[in-house]
């Protein structure tokens, strides 16, 4: 026998080494399944956290501060931050986006980012609409409030035309149109007046996002809101869990859309959405408690439930009867009371003129994520 034949391998020992580093493979290759597993369940568990925690502090606020600008703002941001959890979950399991059931279910949730825009616009819109209230209150407010020695007669009539051109910018926008609906209108219908037309012509072709005069916020929602019901159980095991955060971050995405609708004047508002969440979910309480909070203030007012919208409402209303009622010489009674109303006026144009501009910036900002996280999904699922 040859050297070479005493120093080759044995059969038994060649198989046994195959074995051995399959083995091998096999430990590192479930090692690394069971981390990934485990880094999985970890954000997702996280990020159902963070939507209870969110949604627990907006409810824990007063019936006073439910649906102020503030509000909103805290809100919104709650959205954008539940929304960069959910997109870090994309990417970190984009392999599994294209496997059925969860396909299914990621394209429904993309094709209601899609319906969102629209509301964002439309939000935009509403708060463009509350800056040309504003801008009839500074009237009122200078014209009763420039004179500090004697208030004439030519005052309180300025102040109360610029009531009445309030008073038609407020009526509901199946009685007088919205301010912005197409591109061609101006504001105020029954408005001769050139250089109004001029420059609310010019604001509406500022204004690309303006939603047509078809459009309807609460068709819009109702679109939404169908086919959203939780994942079944077999679902939930199919998509190793991700059908959880697809369903929370639909539920979420709706919430603050139909909030939006029911704060800031909206084409045809409508709040007819029901909001039902299984107990398994942590944050469904908060959420639904806001829903039923909100949903006791709908018949307020038909232009929004916004707080400050609110106020606005009530200052025209007093104001109007005041300027309808008063008569010269004023007594010191009238005299009172017109200061008085003039700093409630004053502190409703203060919060507007201090929180719109925010508001509608970060109304942009929900808009640029929403659109980020669509392209990027698609990119993902093709």
């Known amino acids: 026998m040859s050297s070479a034949d005493n120093h080759s391998p044995s059969p038994q020992i060649s198989s046994f080494g195959r074995s051995k580093n399959r083995l091998r493979q096999e430990q590192v290759h479930s090692l690394e399944e069971n981390h990934r597993s485990s880094t999985r369940d970890s954000e997702l568990e996280s990020f159902q956290k963070q939507v209870t925690d969110r949604f627990e502090e907006l409810f824990r606020v007063s019936d006073d501060e439910l649906l102020s600008i503030d509000w909103i703002q805290k809100l ?158 077999n679902e939930i095991v199919a998509t190793n869990g991700l059908a959880i955060p697809v369903y929370t971050m639909n539920s979420v995405l709706l919430f603050v859309l139909w909030a939006l609708v029911a704060a800031i004047p909206c084409q045809d508002r409508g709040l007819n959405i029901q909001m039902s969440v299984p107990r398994q979910f942590s944050w469904g309480v908060p959420v639904t408690s806001l829903h039923d909070r909100i949903k006791k203030r709908e018949r307020r007012s038909s232009n929004g439930l916004l707080k400050e919208i609110n106020q606005v409402e009530s200052c025209v209303r007093n104001m109007t009867e005041l300027v309808d009622s008063v008569q010269f010489p004023l007594t010191d009674e009238q005299k009172m009371e017109v200061k008085e109303r003039l700093k409630e006026l004053s502190l409703v144009c203060g919060a507007l003129r201090d929180g719109l501009d925010p508001l509608e910036r970060q109304v942009r900002e929900v808009f640029r994520k929403i659109m980020t996280c669509r392209a990027e999904g698609l990119d993902y699922t093709s």
Do not use: Y
């Open 76 to 233: 919104l941001n709650a959205f954008i931050c539940c929304h960069e959890q959910f997109r870090a979950i994309l990417l970190n399991n984009k392999e599994q986006l294209s496997n059925s059931p969860l396909d299914r279910s990621i394209s429904e949730f993309f094709e209601r980012l899609v319906k969102a825009l629209d509301i964002c616009n439309a939000s935009r819109n509403g708060i463009e609409k509350v800056r040309v209230w504003l801008k009839h209150l500074e009237i009122v407010l200078c014209a009763l409030g420039s004179n500090q020695r004697a208030l004439s007669e030519g005052q309180v009539l300025r102040a109360r035309k610029a009531l009445m051109d309030l008073a038609v910018a407020m009526l509901d926008e199946k009685d007088c149109g919205s301010v912005f609906p197409q591109r061609n209108r101006s504001f105020g219908r029954h408005n001769t007046n050139k250089d109004h037309r001029r420059h609310f012509t010019a604001l509406s072709r500022s204004h690309s996002w303006s939603v047509s005069r078809s459009w309807s916020a609460a068709k819009q929602l109702h679109s939404i809101a169908s086919n959203l019901v939780p994942p079944r159980g």
